[in-house]
């Protein structure tokens, strides 16, 4: 039976799908929707109209001023979500992603795909639409092996985080639309390029809070002081693993809270309370550079995984260059 691909670009048009990838939901979907700078697109394949997979993927909007360039770039998490487990996964992604490829291009100066489940997962099939990898890194925390969330830390983090609970600062989930805002007001005056180059608007958060909290599918917690929010952390949840998309501290002015450290403690925490597997952090870096922010939350107990990313330029010139470069 022939495979058939339809891809949606508006929320309204997408029908009800099976699924439980939060990375490939109607939820995120929308999410991104209702955020400024971000364009979603669904692929769906189907066989005698019964869905068999599907791939989400965005593309943004990002503005430099130096030089000045307003850069658009598709993001993929994983390579799709599979409903037949009888299926030729392979044959599927290969359709999709040529489709993909296809339409992202149009807008697009570069598609990625991240963290990637399995890193030999189509690789055939991506070296034929022309990507190349670059060998990458991810940290996780396994939850399920251990009694308390604190058994691998290390004695100075430990310490840390009782010291900023005597000191005053408190760690909570948020729920309120005010909560939400001076959350990710916040997180962008301290976020650092380091981390993250790319820091959403503040409908990205709002919207996670309203698209995805029902449904378990999200969180956002906040660290306070004096009832003024000083740190947080946000989290999404898919089948059996929390990951934590953003989080970060007013560590410079609120040095005896510790509210950087606080906030993924609590966010883990919650994910082992709640029979999460594992956490895992989201944009470590390469493994051949420095990257602060990965120091920093190794000194949780996680383990680092190497992995890959697959690129695909616009340009073919210099795309054909970089394929070259990363055989």
Known sequence: MPLKLTTY??????PELPGTNTYHSTALFRIYEATPGYTPLLIVASEGGVPVAKLLAAVRKSVRLFPPAIIKRCEIYGTGEYFDEKADKEAIFSDMLQRLTD????????????????AMFGY???????YFAINWLRVRNSLHSVENVEERFSPSRIRQIKKGLKNGARVREAHTPEEIKAFAQMLHKIYSAKIR?????????QQLEKQMTESQQSRIFIVT??????????????DDSAYLWFSGGMRKTYTLQYPGILAVWYAMLDAKRRGYQRLEFMEVGLPFQKHGYREFVLRFGGKQISTRRWF???WDWLNRVLMKMYE
């Open 124 to 130: 055939k099939t991506f070296r034929e639409n022309h």
């Open 312 to 314: 695909r330029l616009r």
């Open 9 to 14: 670009y508006r929320g309204s048009q997408v």
């Open 225 to 238: 002081y004096k009832e003024k929010i000083i740190g947080g952390s946000a989290c999404i949840y898919s």
């Open 103 to 118: 339409e992202a291009l149009r807008d697009a100066v570069l598609i990625e795909f991240r963290n990637l489940e399995n």
């Open 197 to 205: 180059r790319h820091f959403p608007s503040m409908d990205f958060f």
